[in-house]
C-alpha cells in the first residue's frame, strides 16, 4: 500500500508563487508516472503536470500552466514539487498528487487559492 502527503497549498494574491510538495511512502514501488492534477469547482479534475519515468524522464504540462509551473523530483525519487510562479485567479483549485505505479494512487488534495 502506497500513502501519498502533500502540502504547500495556501492563499495567494494573483502574481504570487507556491510550491507544492509530494511524498509517496509505503512498500516497495517502481514509479511510472507522478504529477499533478487539479479540480475548480463545477469543473473536472484536469491534467497541471506530469513526469513519466522511463528509459528518458518526460515532462507534461497542460498549456495553460506552461512558463509558469515547474515539475521536479526531490532528491528521494518519491517526492515531486511543484512550483508555481505568477499565479493567476483561475488557477484557484484544489491540487492532488497523482502517483503511477502498479496501481494508481491519489492524494487527499490541497487547496490553492488566487485572490487579491
Known amino acids: 500500500q502506497v500513502q501519498l502527503v502533500e502540502s504547500g497549498g495556501g492563499l495567494v494574491q494573483p502574481g504570487g508563487s507556491l510550491r507544492l510538495s509530494c511524498a509517496a511512502s509505503?512498500?516497495?514501488?517502481?514509479?511510472?508516472?507522478m504529477g499533478w492534477y487539479r479540480q475548480a469547482p463545477g469543473k473536472q479534475r484536469e491534467l497541471v503536470a506530469t513526469i513519466a519515468i522511463g528509459g528518458l524522464t518526460n515532462y507534461n504540462y497542460a498549456d495553460s500552466v506552461k512558463g509558469r509551473f515547474t515539475i521536479s523530483r526531490g532528491n528521494a525519487k518519491n517526492t515531486v514539487y511543484l512550483q508555481m510562479n505568477s499565479l493567476k485567479p483561475e488557477d484557484t483549485a484544489v491540487y492532488y498528487c497523482r502517483l503511477l505505479t502498479d496501481r494508481l494512487y491519489w492524494g487527499q488534495g490541497t487547496q490553492v487559492t488566487v485572490s487579491s
Open positions: 509505503g512498500s516497495s514501488f517502481s514509479i511510472y508516472n
